[in-house]
């Protein structure tokens, strides 16, 4: 079954960087492309950056464009959020997600980034 853990977040002060790793299993990584999501309080999930299965990036918000970096090591079988500067407004709750016929979530990770 398809399982998506992801790792890494916690609090980082404003202008700080965290990297993300989302850890994959159950289905062919090498030939799926992945997402990172994010849900502030309040608000609706909404997507941050996918990575196609040949590594390139797209879909990346233009809230983040220049400051985060989608990646993937498909040796090990995970995809990386490198976030970089970041902004009170970047906090929320990180999902990985992959589209299997339909879409999987990870159970999420926390950033904080605060003061």
């Known amino acids: 079954q398809v399982q998506l853990v992801e790792s890494g977040g916690g609090l980082v002060q404003p202008g700080g960087s965290l990297r993300l790793s989302c850890a994959a299993s159950?289905?062919?990584?090498?030939?799926?492309?992945m997402s990172w999501y994010r849900q502030a309080p309040g608000k609706e999930r909404e997507l941050v950056a996918t990575i196609t299965s040949v590594g390139i990036s797209t879909n990346v918000a233009d809230s983040v464009k220049g400051r985060f970096t989608i990646s993937r090591d498909t040796a090990k079988n995970t995809v990386y959020l490198q976030m970089n500067s970041v902004k009170p407004e970047d906090t929320a709750v990180y999902y990985c997600?992959?589209?299997?016929?339909?879409?999987?979530w990870g159970q999420g990770t926390q950033v904080t980034v605060s003061s």
């Open positions: 159950g289905f062919t990584f090498s030939n799926s492309a």
């Open positions: 997600s992959t589209f299997r016929l339909r879409r999987y």
